[in-house]
């Protein structure tokens, strides 16, 4: 394993984390063969995430000096759970234990604050996320989330998917 340093964000860090979530949303425009995700400047919607949750439950991973990922905690108010959103490694620091190392911190975060449940929710797509969450500890189904496609067009084919519980479904 890489040595992987976490650390709580800082502003100088703004950005370096909007090229890391241009990056995530390179990854779903591919997995969903639809350029359209995340709009012109998708970098941009790091600072929504960044004022949702606020820089302390935004953990940022170092490698060699260098940012090579970071990940969130959105703590639901009152509440017994948080979410882990998201976790983005650079591509070259891929395959190396930042994910494991940030996933980790976020874990750590959430005992730290008493919450009972931790969740993630990749795109059902993300086969390799899965499985990364997987590796990570995550090993429950707390729920799913079902929807029909509107528009339904032919740019953005859907994939026969996984059966649950008898049915077949389109991912």
Same mark, same amino acid.
């Given at each position: 394993m890489t040595a992987v340093t976490i650390r709580t964000y800082r502003d100088s860090d703004l950005d370096s984390c909007r090229l $890391?979530?241009?990056?995530?949303? %390179?990854?779903? @425009?591919? !997995?969903?063969?639809d350029?359209?995700?995340?709009?012109?400047?998708?970098?941009?919607?790091?600072d929504q995430h960044l004022s949702r949750v606020g820089p302390e439950c935004i953990w940022i991973a170092e490698v060699g000096g260098a940012i090579a990922g970071l990940t969130g905690l959105i703590v639901e108010?009152?509440?017994?759970?948080?979410?882990?959103?998201?976790v983005i490694v650079a591509a070259a620091y891929r395959d190396h234990g930042v994910?494991?190392? $940030?996933?980790?911190?976020?874990? %750590?975060?959430? @005992?730290? !604050?008493g919450m009972r449940y931790l969740n993630v929710r990749p795109v059902a797509r993300n086969v390799k996320a899965v499985s990364f969450y997987f590796r990570c500890g995550f090993h429950t189904l707390g729920q799913l989330e079902?929807?029909?496609?509107?528009?339904?067009?032919?740019?953005?084919?859907?994939?026969?998917g996984p059966e649950l519980f008898g049915h077949r479904f389109d991912f």
């Open positions: $890391l979530w241009a990056e995530l949303t %390179e990854v779903h @425009r591919d !997995l969903y063969q350029p359209g995700i995340g709009g012109e400047e998708p970098g941009q919607f790091f108010e009152g509440g017994a759970e948080a979410e882990v959103e998201p994910g494991q190392a $940030l996933v980790g911190r976020a874990v %750590e975060e959430a @005992r730290h !604050l079902m929807f029909i496609d509107l528009t339904r067009e032919e740019s953005r084919p859907w994939k026969p």
